[in-house]
């Protein structure tokens, strides 16, 4: 089966270093020594795991499939609701990638061997489907990672474009940090420890009314000079086109999983070098926003992520003066040890279920904008909201009646907010993302009690 997909599938979604031989070997009739190498680690891994090979295959299916469900929901949810700033070109990446997963469910190494066998007059047996992926973990993995890091891609890119995660994490604070939750938001708390303060908010969580607006405003991409001193403006037309035009674009999700995301030109586009070196790792593991704390020795080994930015320079520039004070990196079997380590702490936020949590936030503003609509309607006339594309400027004009404190209009709208959500967090569809990642991808995910988090921040 490998030389069948070495030979007859070119556009197979990735090749690891066997496939990759085999090819050679069947071009150029040569054994290339990368190929004894990896037949040996092939035949280690079966000789260690033994009957759990095929697991990576059971893993891989059930992975694929919930992708698969998920594009087909994330497409009848957008059937009639667009935006302008996502292009066509998106939306056929989108299906592609759909397309993709339901190409290689059906096995198209299997299909091509289907298609000798009949031009021989015979039939290619049906239990031979994936059978280079059960004898093969390694390419189980490949293709994982494939997968996922297309659907990180899109994901990142349509909860960016649409505002869906960012704008409601700032309603969120708001509420928390004005007492008005009877608990916590888990799904979005799983969400703000994976991607960070600083991929949602500019500088620190607000704390206060005049802070909520500010720093909302300057997510969306207004400047500090757009603030007066005594009263915040441009949300008063923020429905205008003319008003929108004036400001950047808002800033969104970047940087994240970054020891992952360094395999993307590889495993995903097919390009960048095929070799690694202790070198290459090295820099690699240099981009990890994660640090080693305690030892593996006394049981206290864990990672713990570093947000803030400036954080994350001081461990670079440390790290840079001790490998030039003591003239090389770590020996090859440590880096590949701290590589382990790093990608394991991404594995969550790189397959996390972005465009369920990016709907579940939509339906969220929805609710929101019904349970406020005749109020900021009396405050920003019946036209606030052009469309529905603009359903996250909702959270600024509530910031904005907060702000102006105008009849207690601004009190009223966070307490209504607030019932909404505290309806979703009582009926437990606030845990609907984390639920997912539980039953889908086997995680195990324990948020921390909110006075623990409002320690932790004090």
Known sequence: MAVTLARLVPDYPVKDEFIRGIRQLDERKEIPFYLIYATQILLDVHHIIRDRASDALDS???????????????????????????????????????????????????????????????????????????????????????????????GVAIVNTWGSITYPAHLYNALRHEG?????????????????????????????????????????????????????????RLGRNQDLASRAAPRGIKGGAPVSCMFVE??????????????????????????????????????????????????????Q??????????????????????????????????????????????????ACDLTLKELYTPAYIAEESQLPFVVGYIFTAVSEDEGGRGDFLMRTAAEVLNDIIESEAGESVIGAVRNIYGFKIEMAAEDDLDERGS
């Open 60 to 154: 891989l299916i059930k992975h694929t499939v919930a992708m698969d469900n998920e594009l087909s929901s994330h497409i009848k949810f957008h059937e009639n609701l667009k935006i302008e700033n996502w292009p066509v070109s998106n939306d056929r990446a989108l299906r592609e990638l759909q397309r993709s997963l339901q190409w290689f469910s059906q096995d198209p190494v299997f299909l091509a061997k289907q298609r000798v066998a009949q031009m021989a007059g015979s039939l290619a047996l049906e239990s031979k489907r994936h059978r280079v992926l059960v004898h093969s973990p390694i390419l189980c993995g490949l293709l994982l990672y494939h997968f996922r890091a297309r659907m990180y891609e899109i």
């Open 180 to 236: 008005l939750l009877k608990g916590q938001w888990a799904d979005m708390d799983a969400v703000q420890t994976l991607l960070g303060d600083s991929n949602l908010f500019v500088g620190e969580r607000p704390g206060n009314k005049d802070d909520y607006l500010k720093r909302f405003l300057l997510q969306i991409g207004y400047s500090a000079s757009a603030f007066t001193s005594r009263r915040i403006r441009p949300l008063r």
């Open 321 to 370: 003066r001790t490998k030039m004070t003591e003239g090389a990196q770590l020996p090859p079997g440590k880096l590949l040890r701290s590589l382990v380590l790093a990608l394991g702490a991404e594995t969550l936020e790189f397959s996390f279920p972005y465009l369920l949590m990016h709907r579940l936030c939509w339906k969220f503003l929805r609710q929101v904008k019904e």
């Open 266 to 319: 590889r495993y995903v586009r097919g390009s960048g070098q095929v070799e690694l070196s202790p070198q290459h790792v090295d820099e690699i593991l240099s981009r990890s926003r994660f640090q080693e704390i305690g030892t593996e020795e006394d049981g206290t080994l864990m990672l713990a992520q570093i947000d803030d930015p400036n954080e994350l320079r001081k461990k670079r520039q440390l790290k």
